[in-house]
């Protein structure tokens, strides 16, 4: 009998002590979250903007009387698009349509007969178009490894000649120096 009271006594404060930790924890849980929210400022700018009542000036009233109005004519249009029993089709020029439609119709027969006449035939066609595209992209990749080797060999040339100029320069400021330098003589020495 006394270890049946203790233990509901233990039950009781087992039950207590969680209620109590689970009260803390929602307690801590709310002032963090309370905490967080104040110092971004949403709480009080969310309640600012809840509680405030809605003032607006002339022109911001104007401004929304004018998108109302604007959004009136439009749902009025869309409905009478909706509603209207005249179904009128936009003009448009069918003899330039029937002509594209005759001229791919011929097209598509002169096709036709090719590959049902001489399937061989209408295979070498596409395979000269993959040919002649093969060609073209080797053509244009040898164009551009010309350009690189000229550009190469313009600029070998260009630091060559460069180089020769330096040289130029320099040799024809030595002779000059020489010329136009005396030598000096056993008689000035003394």
């Known amino acids: 009998m ?21 009260l803390m924890t929602i307690a801590s849980s709310y002032f963090t979250l309370k905490e967080f929210v104040d110092t971004k400022r949403q709480n009080s700018d969310w309640l600012e903007i809840l509680m405030r009542p ?10 929304l009387d ?3 109005s604007e959004l ?21 020029d069918l003899s330039v349509l029937d002509g594209k439609l005759d001229d791919l119709a011929r097209r598509l027969k002169v096709l036709e007969n090719a590959i049902s006449s001489d399937p061989e035939k209408a295979l070498v ?3 000269l178009r993959k040919d002649h595209e093969l060609l073209a992209k080797q053509f244009k990749d040898s ?4 350009k690189l080797d000229y550009d190469r060999l313009w600029g070998i040339l260009m630091l ?25 003589d056993s008689a000035d020495v003394n």
């Open 2 to 22: 006394i270890s049946e009271s203790y233990l509901n006594k233990y039950k009781a404060l087992s039950a207590v002590s969680v209620l109590a930790v689970m």
């Open 125 to 127: 066609v596409p395979m």
């Open 66 to 68: 004018q998108m109302n």
């Open 72 to 92: 009136k004519s439009v749902n009025a249009l869309i409905e009478s698009m909706r509603v209207s029993a005249d179904k009128s089709y936009p003009s448009m």
């Open 54 to 63: 809605t003032v607006l000036s002339a022109s911001e009233k104007e401004k």
């Open 160 to 184: 060559l000649l460069t180089s020769i100029g330096a040289a130029v320069i320099a040799l024809s400021g030595w002779a000059l120096k020489s010329i136009f330098t005396k030598p000096k």
């Open 143 to 146: 164009v551009v490894a010309a």
